[in-house]
């Protein structure tokens, strides 16, 4: 059985995962109006990507005989000045995830719930690899500038990435 506390710290971090499915949706529907397929197709992955975190702690929360309250989502922005001004706010979103997650984390090591400190292990990892693809992309777009042609060709790139369902925990 999981603790109070713990399952109160679980409940508020699925909420942040659901909200960050429904950032990048939006951000899939403002890429859609620039009419930047594989950007659209890279926000669909990561759309993918948070229901599956999301539904990971929702899943577990039930395994260990705890309560999902789901909260109402918050209202995500709708519009950007540009691709390099949208991926400057997924790389602050990634960050401000991460450090939630440590605080999830942290809830659980105070209740010293060794499964859930176990449990929360392939989050923090994966939240190292969210920020590196980010960064990745973000680091392209400050070199491409105003270069119409390499945006382009970036979102070739782009086009190619796929979801797999992760294994969580
Ligand atoms: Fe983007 O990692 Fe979940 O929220």
Redesign the pocket.
Known sequence: MISEKLEKAFNVQIN??FY?EYLYLSMQAYFERLNLKGFVNWMSV?VQ??RA?AMGMFDYLNQRGGTVNLEAVEKPETDWQSPLDCFEHILR??QY?TASINELADVADEVKDRAAISFLDW?IK??VE?EDNVGQVLATLKLIGDDKKALLMLDKDLAARTFVQPVIG
Do not use: I, L, N, T
């Open positions: 942040k995962e960050s990561q990507e948070e975190h979103h990634e995830v989050y994966e939240q969210e």
